[in-house]
């Protein structure tokens, strides 16, 4: 089986500062790597608070921080990256960019190594072909917030073979996650279904049904859910969300999978939620 040693994150932003933190408890040596240096200071920071959180909860030690933290390297440079077995892109749901970094990361890599995308909704297949190793891509999609979702969906396409999934299984065992098996198709299997709920929130509201506090407030004490669905787009970001929605429709023409004109209105005025400090709420 591929034995993975080295794990290279492409994109430091919500899910790659996750993965490669994650990557790196697990006692992997990581590249994070960035298209500039702020968005990497910023993921670098978001790691550092994160682990600062495990360590007053008493979950690790500063000594276990200290050696997560130096396993964590941080990197503008693609090429830093040529030695890792495996390599999870995390960057912008947008398919003509990952398809560029793709192509990159492909002639990069060693042969053995195993390429993945952390996409929510692209079409995986479409991804790997792009590469001369169709067989060793394959999604692997995270949860918000990675170090502490316990879930992992791993995405076998057509072209995948039986040994990279099983590589797969035993790493995100490794990591201490709950892996389980999707097929490749937009929004696998979590977003299939919770995807169309957050739209139609979106929808209800449009209409006027109750206001965005009390629809929260709703599926959180009616429901158990412990974020409302506004709540939770804020914090998924609505930029992010967007784009899924959009490519879900593209794919299945089914109604409940459009972008709702709200979404796409507060998306173009720069409100994606938690990470720009508006959504449908205000952070401080
Ligand atoms: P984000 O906007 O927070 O971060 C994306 C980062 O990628 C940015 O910092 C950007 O500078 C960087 N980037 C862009 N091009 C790059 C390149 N060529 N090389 C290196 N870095 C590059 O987005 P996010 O929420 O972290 O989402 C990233 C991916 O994870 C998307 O495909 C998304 O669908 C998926 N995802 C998101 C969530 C979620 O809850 N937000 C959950 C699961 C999966």
């Not at 039986?162 to 990591?175: C, G, M, N, P, T």
Request: proline fraction near 5%.
């Amino acid at each position: 089986m591929t034995e993975i040693r080295t794990v290279g994150v492409c994109g430091a932003g919500l899910m790659g500062n996750g993965i490669a933190q994650t990557c790196a408890s697990a006692g992997y040596d990581v590249y994070l790597a960035e298209v500039a240096d702020a968005p990497l200071q910023h993921g670098m920071s978001a790691i550092e608070a994160s682990l600062e959180k495990f360590v007053e909860r008493g979950r690790i030690d500063r000594a276990e921080r200290d050696r997560v933290l130096a396993r964590v390297r941080p990197t503008t440079r693609l090429d830093d990256l040529r030695e890792c077995d495996l390599a999870i892109e995390a960057i912008v749901e947008n398919a003509e960019a990952k398809a560029a970094l793709f192509a990159q990361l492909d002639a990069l890599l060693a042969p053995h190594a195993i390429l993945c995308t952390n996409t929510s909704s692209l079409c995986v297949i479409e991804l790997a072909a792009k590469t001369a190793r169709p067989n060793r891509v394959a999604g692997l999609h995270f949860f918000n917030p990675v170090p502490i979702m316990k879930l992992l969906e791993i995405v076998k396409t057509i072209a995948t073979s039986q040994e990279i999934v099983d590589a797969l299984f035993a790493f995100s065992r490794k990591l201490g996650k709950e892996p389980i098996l999707a097929q490749d198709t937009p929004g696998f299997v979590v977003n299939r279904l919770l995807v169309p709920y957050l739209l139609s929130a979106i929808r209800c509201y449009e209409q006027g049904l109750a206001s965005k506090e009390d629809i929260d407030k709703g599926m959180k004490l009616g429901c158990g859910y412990p974020m409302g669905p506004f709540e939770l787009l804020d914090f998924v970001g609505l930029d992010t969300t967007y784009y899924i929605a959009e490519i879900m429709f593209d794919e299945f023409k089914d109604p409940t999978m459009a972008p709702p004109p709200l979404l796409k209105r507060l998306v173009l005025a720069g409100r994606y939620g938690r990470k720009s400090g508006k959504g449908f709420y205000e952070y401080a």
